[in-house]
T-cell receptor
Framework: DAGVTQSPTHLIKTRGQQVTLRCSPK?????VSWYQQALGQGPQFIFQ???????QRGNFPDRFSGHQFPNYSSELNVNALLLGDSALYLC????????????FGPGTRLLVL | GESVGLHLPTLSVQEGDNSIINCAYS??????FIWYKQESGKGPQFIID?????DKRQGQRVTVLLNKTVKHLSLQIAATQPGDSAVYFC?????????????FGSGTKLNVKP
């Protein structure tokens, strides 16, 4: 049973560029949440996808957007990259049944130069 | 908004000793809590969870205690091992229409000395 997978593992971009990160949820999970984790900080909620729609959003600008596909996998897109977007981007999957545990992937380390 | 904080940023313990990591939360309406372990370069790994209708839950070598009166959560690790060295996060959520938005603290680094 595969856990949450993310790609790529590492990425280097320059300011102003755009990036797409990918996530495949744990088998059987239908809900995907994205988090940004700056160095030395706890993860910060970006948004959550369920039934291919964004259900809830954290305090992030609309440069951050996402998508969920029919197979429940998801993408996170960030436009007009800023130096401050450098972070570990984490994907977490869960079941949409109320209080359900979120399981995290290994993350994508993004460095913006 | 909700906030979750940890009392100590770094905790050093001797191998074999018990560890206690503390966490304070501010939202009394939170009803589900999770402890995660994050090793360097990896994503957070689920350790143990507890719902607000409980005050204690035990796992393998770990125990979580919830004190809703003072909004405090703790993680106890028995017989701490070098492999327990990591950053530990507590996360809280208040379930709304089947939606879980978790709030994380900044973490406590556990350093196990051999």
């Amino acid at each position: 049973d595969a856990g949450v997978t993310q790609s790529p593992t590492h990425l280097i971009k320059t300011r102003g560029q755009q990036v797409t990160l990918r996530c495949s949820p744990k088998s059987g999970h239908d809900t995907v949440s994205w988090y940004q984790q700056a160095l030395g900080q706890g993860p910060q909620f970006i948004f959550q996808y369920y039934e291919e729609e964004e259900r809830q959003r954290g305090n992030f600008p609309d440069r951050f957007s996402g998508h969920q596909f029919p197979n429940y996998s998801s993408e996170l897109n960030v436009n007009a990259l800023l130096l401050g977007d450098s972070a570990l981007y984490l994907c977490a999957s869960s079941l949409d049944r109320g209080q359900e545990t979120q399981y995290f992937g290994p993350g994508t380390r993004l460095l913006v130069l | 908004g909700e906030s979750v904080g940890l009392h100590l940023p770094t905790l050093s313990v001797q191998e074999g000793d018990n560890s206690i990591i503390n966490c304070a939360y501010s939202n009394s309406a939170s009803d589900y809590f999770i402890w995660y372990k994050q090793e360097s370069g990896k994503g957070p790994q689920f350790i143990i969870d507890i719902r607000s209708n409980m005050d204690k839950r035990q796992g393998q070598r770990v125990t979580v205690l919830l004190n809703k009166t003072v909004k405090h959560l703790s993680l106890q690790i028995a017989a701490t091992q070098p492999g327990d060295s990591a950053v530990y996060f507590c996360a809280e959520t208040k379930t709304q229409y089947n939606f879980n938005k978790f709030y994380f603290g900044s973490g406590t680094k556990l350093n196990v000395k051999p």
